[in-house]
């Protein structure tokens, strides 16, 4: 990506920031403050990232970066110049679901849909990086993405019936 | 098990769960939420859209001096300020619900704190800018000077002679004192009684945290002089209700949406402070303005829950039978009162539960505090049935006997004449009974007793408990009233020329999945695939009258209004089509969204053309009703309740205080259902929360009245290690109604699980001579109560 | 819950990191992993004029194994730590502490020397730091380097000895075998904030403590080691008696600060407990000569 990148930029300065999106070049400008996940959702009208809680606990708005997952309020958009960034709406393609969506709502996994995103993220890094995980790997993978509605079991069931899904059709 | 002798003669099991009723379907919400493409209140972009932050207070209870707001007028990107007088000129005083709201010279809670701030966290000024980040920089330009007053940090402090006063107007800071009442006979139970157990039981104060705030996109439009409202809310006609009053306008010229809603748990229901104000700022600016509550704004200011306090005395025969119970109720109502004098009757009259037991003294006191407001969490009532359970527990330890049996030899059963509570209501349908028997079958007690005494031999501490409960949902009828329509919850149901069955209702789905449950109901009941109904939600301009999603009300009146008005309906276009095929209504059926002649094996024309014709009429003789719409109510019947017993088991690790919960069981009896997989997710839910209340959330105040769990490091929610996975079993119900016997399950996991869990901590912990009189259970708390008993 | 306004920097050179530093002073913060800096600045607790990344300078990620010490640079996250099999190898105890830190998502970000720099009382890395003379390396431009003990380091809650002008470059951590370490914690949740922790560590001769190392965190204002010579335990046989008196002295000396998670006794009692169940298990790990088993919180 060719750019000029300034060493200092003011308070009010909208940096320039070019990065990759769900595997589109994307680009926009944020004053520095701006955090990645309020750069995702107004700037590039990504909005299927949440936020529930902005001080990096609940995991809601977290996004993969680098092919690892992140808290997206816990980073500034201006870190993300120059990343890969993967958010739910590119999980998989133009509005279609993916083996882990299809499983998760076979399974009821969820009920109001907030913690969704950060969910879909953390899980599908993990059946990446895990393809046959246990029930203890998945309830570690999400321990730091909080549901207030399910309890839980019901996103640990489809993500261990993602993993039978993407495991049978190798 | 029930006996066809408790069923309505003549019941038949169908139609309900043909095809879709009584199964998992999957969901019509969800593709929507999974793909990124559902529509939060936070994700609203409008033209010229501003948003709003508050200054709130940060004392508990201090006299607002002076407020300066004119750096934050001239920051950057600032469009207005407003403080407590100029909100007061645009908005009505919070509309004051309960006792206090009758009361002639009440208090009146301002929309921005005026003269004074009651709590951490109290609304000050209003911030409107062009953007988020603007608009706190802007509120940290305010400068408002506080002279401190006395906090009133708990009930008791509160209502101290010479206490300082919340509002003038509220003398003693007494927000109601409830007579004692008494059910029965008492001084007669407590005569016969061989013994007297008596308890002081703590219910702490938690709060709902959805994971979404509160929210609202207000839209003013001076021309027509309507405000269109985007609201993260459990029903958009109470929400639109509430604006018009506080706004003064009139009803007609607000209207209310509502779109994807990330939970609420009871607490978004009407129209919030702060959610007035805003709509007030966009009327005065006549642009869109968006406040999107914070974490911090959602945990010390949107409200919280049940902090109460009971003094029990419970009237026992040597047998073990609860003859009678006196209770005193001290409720900490928080600053701005209004829901907790309300929840006093429900919990006046549930305290005795399924038990047979025959006398009640009851007496309850609200006070106001410097801290948040008392709103309704997840069974706003249920700290009654955490006193009842406890209390169960102590007695059962008292004479030895196991507590599972103890509430074996009180429950009420059917056949018993009168089948109702002490306080009145109907117990028809109960099947508590059958859920304890099953529980029994399912744990095996003597073999965990065995376990728990090996374990204890090796210095672990298992522990078992058992909670038993009954939820009104939605209740049994009054008996002293008729039903009343105007408080239900409607149904319309329309015909589309396109063949679609357009489902009209005032609920507002947060994760209960309405859009799925009522659209089975209504494709079985009419005859059309699950893919051709729509359920529609959301809007003041298409919402028949109901207050929303709440109470647990939505299974059965709201389930039970689509099935009759869905049946009527196919009843109608049945009609239309016999006229059109020139065979008589009887002799058709609707399946799959085809009129048939009864038992045959080809269409002989479809819904939509039925729609089609009676919508042009030229086919029709004249006398025809074309107007293919039907609206239904549904009052819930002779039932309601939902109920069962729930089972923990956990170790305590006596040297650090932590608890685990080894296994978690749930019998549960919520009627017939219509989606199993969205049942066990409303009970899997409700139990978290309540694993949740016990073992790790808590509101927390110091001593000085500060907020001190204002982030989720501080306020903690169960996280995917801390909740078991929980078995669920359901029971065969008692069918009272012909056609509805859907229940609602929405609170019963919330209302059970913190008496089952602590009483399984209670046993654990009993051999070191622990006693549990408290609902929140820390490692740090359970160390000190440890060492207590220890001595 | 949005960050106040601030400059930021992403110098390309050490160099011009730390002139901005000199020049910027207190108004001037470091950004690196930012797990612990994003979220005070969006609940506005803190307000720097000017953040530094450092995530454009060249070579501040490395691992570097020496002969008896490994250095860890200022930009190694704490999951890339986590996955360098041969760090693990050199310092088993991070087997055990690193999964204990926030989560999977935060450890993406968060790094070792930020962590440290942070001086939250309540964070793992500096007791371990503490435990294994750690050495941090500050670079400024006016002074050069300095290398400073952490026993130097760690001042009290969220202080250090840093200047203002100083920028940490990387941690050295002396890599003197032990027979058997371990770090337990007590947290309300998995991945919160230890309410206690230990870093415990052992060398046996003949069933005998040779060398031992107790090193907490969470119970007190910076993190508190005792040494087999503080204790005055060298050659004596670890039995209950031993172990019981340790965890006595040891927990009767903290001072732990009281919060919402639990009492300042509370703490200590946790500390007592760490200490028996941790030096058992150090004990085993000693016994069985593998120090790298992994080991969770309970």
């Known amino acids: 990506m060719p750019h000029e990148e300034k060493a200092l930029y003011g308070p009010d300065e909208r940096v320039e920031i070019q990065l990759s999106v769900n595997g589109t070049p994307r680009r926009g400008a944020a004053q520095p403050r701006r955090t990645l996940a309020d750069f995702l959702r107004d700037e590039l009208q990504l909005t299927g990232t949440h936020l529930g809680c902005e001080h990096g606990v609940c995991g809601a708005c977290t996004v993969m970066v680098d092919g690892d997952p992140v808290r997206s309020c816990l980073m500034l958009a201006v870190q993300a110049h120059g990343r890969e960034v993967v958010t739910i709406e590119g999980l998989a393609g133009d509005g279609t679901m993916g083996p882990l969506q299809e499983a998760m709502w076979e399974e009821h996994s969820f009920q109001c849909g907030f913690c969704t995103p950060g969910m879909l993220i953390q899980l599908s890094h993990l059946l990446q990086s895990n393809p046959t995980p246990n029930e203890t790997e998945v309830r570690d993978s999400i321990s730091g993405n909080l549901c207030r509605c399910t309890g839980y079991e019901s996103i640990v069931r489809g993500a261990m019936a993602a993993a039978k899904r993407l495991s049978d059709a190798d | ?791 | 819950m949005k960050p106040p306004a601030f400059s930021y920097a992403r110098p390309t050179s050490l160099e011009e990191a730390l002139l901005m530093l000199s020049e910027n002073g207190p108004d001037a913060r470091i950004l690196a992993g930012g797990q612990s800096l994003i979220p005070m600045l969006s609940l506005r607790l803190a307000r720097p004029a000017l953040l530094v990344d450092l995530a454009r300078i060249p070579a501040l990620d490395g691992i570097e194994l020496g002969n008896d010490s490994v250095s860890i640079s200022c930009m190694v996250r704490e999951s890339q730590a986590e996955r360098s099999e041969a760090l693990l190898r050199r310092i088993p105890i991070l087997r055990d502490t690193l999964p204990l830190i926030g989560h999977e998502a935060i450890r993406n970000r968060g790094t070792l020397v930020g962590s440290l720099c942070h001086a939250d009382p309540a964070a793992e890395l500096p007791a371990v730091a503490l435990a294994l003379d750690a050495v941090v390396i500050a670079r400024s431009s006016a002074g050069g380097t300095r290398r400073i003990a952490a026993r130097d380091f760690f001042l009290g809650p969220y202080t250090t000895s840093l200047r203002e002008d100083e920028l940490v470059t990387a941690v050295e951590l002396a890599d003197r075998p032990w027979q058997g370490a371990c770090f337990l914690e007590v947290s309300r949740r998995r991945g919160d904030f230890a309410m206690a922790g230990l870093a415990a560590f052992l060398t046996l001769e003949g069933g005998a403590i040779r060398r031992l190392r107790l090193s907490f965190c969470a119970t007190g204002d910076r993190p508190t080691l005792w040494t087999e010579e503080d204790l005055q335990v060298g050659g004596l046989d670890l039995d209950d008696g031993v172990v019981e008196h340790l965890a006595r002295v040891t927990s009767t000396a903290l001072e732990p600060i009281a919060d919402v998670h639990g009492s300042a006794s509370y703490k200590k009692q946790l500390a007592a407990v760490l200490v028996r169940r941790g030096l058992r298990l150090a004990q085993s790990r000693a016994r069985a000569g593998a120090t790298a088993e992994p080991s969770g919180a309970r």
């Open chain 2, 1 to 791: 098990m029930p006996t066809e002798a408790d069923a309505v003669p003549g019941h038949r099991p169908a139609p309900v769960g043909e095809r879709f009723t009584g199964s998992s379907v999957k969901r019509m919400e969800d593709p929507s939420l999974l793909t990124g493409r559902a529509f939060f209140v936070a994700d609203a972009r409008l033209p010229g859209m501003l948003h709003a932050s508050f200054v709130r207070s940060p004392l508990p209870h201090a006299r607002v001096l002076s407020v300066d707001v004119s750096r934050a007028l001239a920051a950057p990107g600032v469009v207005a300020v407003l403080d407590g007088p100029q909100m007061a000129k645009l908005a009505a005083p919070h509309g004051v619900t309960g006792e206090l709201g009758q009361a002639e010279d009440g208090p009146a809670f301002s929309i921005l704190a005026t003269d004074k701030v009651r709590l951490v966290g109290d609304p000050v000024v209003l911030v409107v800018a062009e953007d988020r980040y603007l608009a706190e920089d802007a509120c940290d330009l305010v400068e408002v000077d506080y002279e401190d007053l006395p906090p009133l940090v708990t009930a008791e402090q509160a209502l101290a002679p010479g206490a300082a006063l919340v509002f003038d107007s509220l003398q003693g800071n007494l927000v109601s004192a409830g007579e004692r009442q008494e059910f029965g006979d008492v001084a007669k139970a407590f005569s016969r009684a061989d013994l007297v157990v008596s308890a002081e039981i703590r219910q702490h104060r938690h709060q709902n945290v959805p994971m979404e705030g509160r929210g609202i996109v207000a839209s003013f439009d001076k021309e027509s002089g309507s405000l269109l409202v985007n609201a993260a809310t459990q029903g958009v006609n109470t929400t639109r209700t509430a604006l018009a009053e506080q706004l003064g306008l009139p009803l007609d010229k607000v209207r209310v949406q509502a779109f994807d809603i990330g939970g609420s748990f009871g607490l978004k229901f009407g129209a919030s402070r702060e959610e007035v104000a805003v709509c007030a700022a966009s009327m005065m600016l006549a642009r869109p303005v968006a406040w999107i509550e914070d974490r911090y704004e959602n945990l010390s200011a949107s409200g919280q829950a049940r902090e109460e306090s009971f003094r029990a005395q419970a009237a026992v025969t040597r047998e073990g039978l609860v003859l009678g119970l006196t209770v005193e109720m001290l409720i900490d109502a928080g600053a701005y009162p209004g829901l907790a004098a309300m929840v006093v009757p429900t919990v006046r009259e549930m305290v005795p539960g399924p038990y047979r037991m025959e006398a009640l003294a009851f007496q309850a006191t609200v006070a106001a505090t410097n801290k948040a407001s008392y709103v309704a969490y997840r069974g706003p009532w249920a700290s009654e049935t955490f006193l009842r359970e406890r209390l169960m527990d102590l007695i059962a330890g008292e004479l030895r006997v196991e507590p599972l049996e103890l509430r074996l030899r009180n429950v009420a059963q059917r056949g018993q004449n009168p089948l109702r509570m002490v306080t009145g209501p109907s117990l028809a349908g109960l099947t508590t009974k059958e859920s304890l028997e099953r529980m029994a079958e399912l744990v095996d007690l003597a073999d965990f007793r065995r376990r728990q005494r090996s374990a204890l031999e090796q210095g672990r501490h298992l522990g078992i408990g058992f909670a038993t409960f009954i939820e009104p949902a939605p209740g049994p009828r009054a008996l002293d009233k008729p039903p009343d329509p105007e408080e239900m919850e409607h149904v319309r149901v329309s015909l589309e020329e396109d063949g679609r069955l357009l489902v009209f209702t005032a609920q507002m789905p947060h994760g209960q999945g309405h859009r799925t449950t009522l659209a089975q109901i209504a494709a079985d009941q009419f005859g059309v695939g699950l893919s051709q109904v729509t359920v529609v939600v959301g809007d003041t301009e298409s919402a028949p009258p109901g207050f929303g999603t709440g109470g647990s009300r939505s299974a059965t009146m709201t389930g039970g209004a689509t099935l009759h008005a869905a049946r009527r309906l196919r009843a109608k276009v049945l009609e239309v089509a016999g006229q059109l095929v020139d065979v008589s209504p009887d002799r058709l059926e609707i399946r799959d969204g085809q009129v048939f002649r009864a038992g045959m094996p080809t269409g002989l024309l479809t819904v939509a053309e039925v729609a089609r014709a009676a919508k042009d009429g030229s086919r029709l003789p004249d006398g025809v009703d074309r107007d293919l719409e039907e609206t239904a109510v549904f009052d819930g019947g002779e039932g309601g309740w939902s109920g069962g017993t729930h089972c923990a088991q956990v170790e305590v690790d006596r040297e650090t205080g932590q608890v685990e919960v080894l296994r978690y069981l749930v019998v549960e009896d919520c009627g017939e259902l219509i989606n199993p997989a969205v049942v066990e997710g409303q009970i899997r839910g409700g139990v978290a929360q309540g694993i949740g209340a016990v073992l790790l959330e808590r509101s927390v105040y110091d001593d000085t009245g500060q907020f001190l769990s204002g982030t989720l490091m501080d306020y903690l929610l169960p996280t995917a290690h801390d909740i078991p996975p929980i078995e669920i079993h359901h029971l065969q119900s008692v069918l009272l109604d012909q056609d509805v016997n859907f229940r609602g399950v929405g609170e019963g996991g919330m209302i059970a699980a913190p008496a089952a869990v602590c009483n399984a901590i209670a046993d654990a912990l009993a051999p070191l001579g622990v006693e549990i009189k408290e609902q929140h259970l820390p490692p740090t708390r359970i160390l000190e109560l440890i060492a207590r008993a220890q001595g």
